[in-house]
């Protein structure tokens, strides 16, 4: 018998009485605010509060405000999506002081060691927001795959004030999860950290120093 | 007791001489000290403005929900895991769950292991066996690096290098990288962030746990913050996780309570800075992640826990590590003192199971039975009364329910097992029981001033001048 059944049979078979199954009541989790003016406060204090930066900006001044963040942080290079629309605009526009734009155009095999050490920051879209934990929810993608958001030390994220929901259970019920979940999906909230020396907060320890959004108030889907 | 090097067993049984070492030790009592206090107040404000005890409950019925269907969500995980891609291996116990993971990396010539932070990993002592196979395995968990480096076992199961202070870490990452001594701890984290980085480009296979694994849609689930699971899930060609049978749960639902009350309990955030859900291996458009993802569904003794209606409980749990944040003895005595892969409360009623409790009969009983730990669970184990549980079957305390466990009675005496005989026959005989405690007050002058270790830290209790008996008596006349 393999150890698949054997595991199965003693499952199965179990000597006790047949175990309970309870009701499970989840609403103590339905505590998402009712206004979208709340949300954005709930999704900016709690992420800022875990040393996110969160910028609210418009459809009409996101590049500039993403031009300063990258300039701020001296960006030499920028990697983004080439087929998302946020890749695009960026391309597209005449931005000034814009960094070299890099694409993740090839399998990570190819140019794994300069995504590892060359590339200062990426840029990728989000599938929303969730306000009571300051969360991104990331679904990579061929056009944005899994290592652009955790391996350069700079990750800006756009998110779409539309696409903010109050839970996790709210956003997994909207978008539909439980019919078909991708390769990978991500909740980010805030950049990459540690407290295993001593409990003292250190940012970076494998993934992006800095966690930035942009938060784009007024994009309605 | 066996000869030669302290072997884990070895250490279980010393757990009395290495609980006073520890305790003498200022060093471990401060970091201990220091930091669960800490943890118990970011866990109490993380709670704050929740129905605690409403989600308490939500918890402990989703997890006794999934226990019940434990078979059956077992098959539907595995159908939806192999539907997805990913390939799906059963394990017995942890030889056998080490043999599934070796011959994997030998089937791809793999020889270099990176690890994403796996406490199952740790109960099959996964390192040693693949380090036997030629394989080379690093931890990329900045705790677990440590503590790997230092050549020792985590002391807790969230912070697995607690139990080190800045300079001493700084002095182990002096000797054992060549990085510069210094207490800036951003500079030490950078430091292990540059050679750890270039282990993830080396490494051919990357193994991680699992925090749940949703059998609806096939999904394995990873609680971290610092982003090296996702790396070790990531960044290598094959991705190994390992989980023990008792982590599935049926559906998305029930991960966002548990993920709510998981870091919460265990260190007070909302939310880790990654939840990372994975559900297949690189597809063919796909520019990375692992071309092959294997899932070891691991017994080791969890399947014989689950056979008893009580100790059955014992698996709800979600390795939060509350209760070891809240323990008293745990506090004072750290995690290496128990000598066994988990340690503090969870560890009493869980190692027992897994080594026997002829080699952890001192586990139950090195608890105060204050219930805090119990108070704390997000999912409600009753740990105190397992501990109880689990007490009376170290000494085969209870005729009426045949003890269970593997290594029963293992703590019986024939003194103590007399010594009770005749308590009982005296409290079962009123004449003889007013006799007894008459003739104990009278004589109370004789009463011995030290009793045994209790005296140790405490005066000895004095017997009364009068039994209350005769007290009530006069009181009525």
Redesign the interface.
């Known amino acids: 018998m393999s150890a698949r059944e054997q595991i199965l049979q003693r499952l199965k078979h179990r000597r006790g009485h047949d175990l309970p199954v309870p009701e499970c009541d989840f609403s103590v989790l339905d505590r998402g605010k009712a206004s979208l003016a709340d949300r954005l406060d709930q999704f900016e204090q709690t992420l800022e509060s875990v040393h996110g930066e969160v910028h609210r900006v418009h459809r009409h001044d996101w590049l500039e405000r993403l031009v300063e963040v990258l300039q701020t942080r001296q960006a030499s290079n920028l990697l983004l999506p080439r087929e998302h629309a946020i890749g695009r605009a960026v391309r597209e526009s005449r931005q000034r002081g814009l960094p070299e734009l890099l694409s993740y155009d090839r399998p990570i095999e190819n140019w794994q060691r300069d995504l590892f050490t060359a590339v200062d920051a990426s840029l990728t879209s989000t599938r929303g927001g969730i306000a009571e934990t300051g969360s991104l929810i990331l679904w990579p993608t061929a056009d944005e795959p899994r290592l652009m958001s955790l391996v350069p030390p700079v990750h800006i994220a756009v998110l779409k004030a539309s696409a903010l929901y109050g839970t996790f259970l709210e956003a997994i019920h909207a978008q539909g999860w439980a019919s078909g979940m991708p390769t990978n999906a991500l909740l980010i909230s805030g950049p990459s950290k540690t407290a295993d020396i001593e409990q003292t907060l250190a940012y970076g320890v494998h993934g992006p120093k800095e966690l930035i959004v942009l938060l784009i108030e007024d994009d309605q889907g | 007791m066996s000869d030669g090097a302290a072997s884990p067993r070895d250490a279980v049984r010393d757990f009395h001489p290495r609980a006073r070492a520890a305790l003498h030790n200022p060093q471990i009592r401060h970091?201990f000290r220091?930091?669960m206090d800490?943890l118990m107040a970011k866990r109490k404000a993380a709670f704050h403005d929740?129905?605690l005890e409403?989600?308490r409950?939500?918890g402990?019925?989703?997890r006794?929900?999934a226990?019940?269907?434990?078979?059956d969500l077992?098959?539907q995980l595995e159908q939806q895991l192999i539907a997805n891609g990913i390939q799906v291996h059963?394990?017995?116990d942890a030889d056998?769950a080490c043999h599934i993971v070796s011959n994997i990396c030998l089937a791809r010539h793999a020889r270099k292991v990176i690890k994403g932070k796996s406490m199952v990993s740790e109960e099959m002592e996964l390192n040693d066996y693949l380090e036997e196979h030629g394989i080379e395995a690093l931890e990329?968990?900045?705790?677990e690096y440590?503590v790997q480096l230092a050549e020792e076992t985590p002391s807790h199961i969230i912070?697995?290098?607690?139990h080190?202070?800045?300079g001493e870490?700084s002095e182990l990452m002096h000797h054992k990288t060549g990085t510069e001594r210094s207490n800036d701890?951003?500079y030490?984290?950078?430091s292990?962030?540059a050679q750890?980085?270039e282990k993830?480009?080396q490494a051919d296979v990357g193994i991680s746990g699992v925090n749940f694994a949703v059998a609806?849609?096939?999904?394995l689930c990873l609680v971290e913050?610092?982003?090296?699971g996702?790396?070790t899930t990531?960044?290598p060609p094959c991705h190994i996780a390992v989980t023990g049978?008792e982590k599935v749960v049926p559906?998305?639902?029930?991960v966002?309570?548990l993920?709510?009350l998981l870091t919460r309990s265990a260190?007070g955030?909302?939310?880790?800075?990654?939840?990372?859900?994975?559900?297949?291996?690189?597809?063919p458009?796909?520019?990375?992640?692992p071309e092959e993802v294997h899932v070891v569904?691991v017994?080791n003794g969890r399947?014989?826990i689950?056979?008893?209606?009580e100790l059955?409980d014992t698996l709800r749990c979600i390795r939060c590590g509350a209760c070891m944040n809240h323990c008293p003895v745990y506090t004072r005595v750290g995690g290496h003192a128990y000598g066994t892969t988990y340690p503090g409360p969870i560890g009493k009623i869980l190692m027992p199971h897994l080594l026997g409790l002829d080699e952890t009969r001192h586990l139950p009983s090195a608890s105060s039975l204050c219930g805090a730990c119990g108070e704390v669970c997000p999912v409600r184990i009753p740990i105190p009364d397992l501990l109880v549980r689990l007490r009376q079957e170290a000494v085969d305390g209870d005729r009426l329910h045949p003890a269970q466990v593997r290594g029963h009675g293992s703590k019986r005496s024939g003194a103590e097992a007399l010594a009770w005989r005749l308590w009982q026959w005296v409290h079962t005989r009123p004449a003889l029981y007013r006799l007894a405690t008459r003739l104990a007050t009278r004589l109370r002058r004789l009463q011995p001033q030290k009793v045994g270790a209790w005296t140790d830290y405490r005066t000895a209790p004095r017997l009364a001048r009068r039994s209350l008996h005769e007290l009530i008596k006069d009181k009525r006349s």
């Open positions: 970091n220091k930091a800490g929740w129905d409403a989600l409950t939500l402990a019925n989703i006794r929900r226990l019940a269907q434990l078979p077992l098959v059963w394990a017995n056998e990329s968990d900045l705790g440590i912070m697995p290098a607690i080190k202070n800045t870490i701890v951003e030490l984290t950078a292990a962030r750890l980085r993830f480009m609806e849609t096939g999904t913050n610092e982003g090296n996702r790396m990531t960044v049978i559906g998305l639902d029930d966002t309570a993920l709510a260190t955030q909302h939310i880790t800075t990654y939840f990372n859900m994975i559900s297949a291996p690189r597809q458009n796909e520019l990375d992640g569904l017994d399947s014989t689950y056979q008893d209606d059955v």
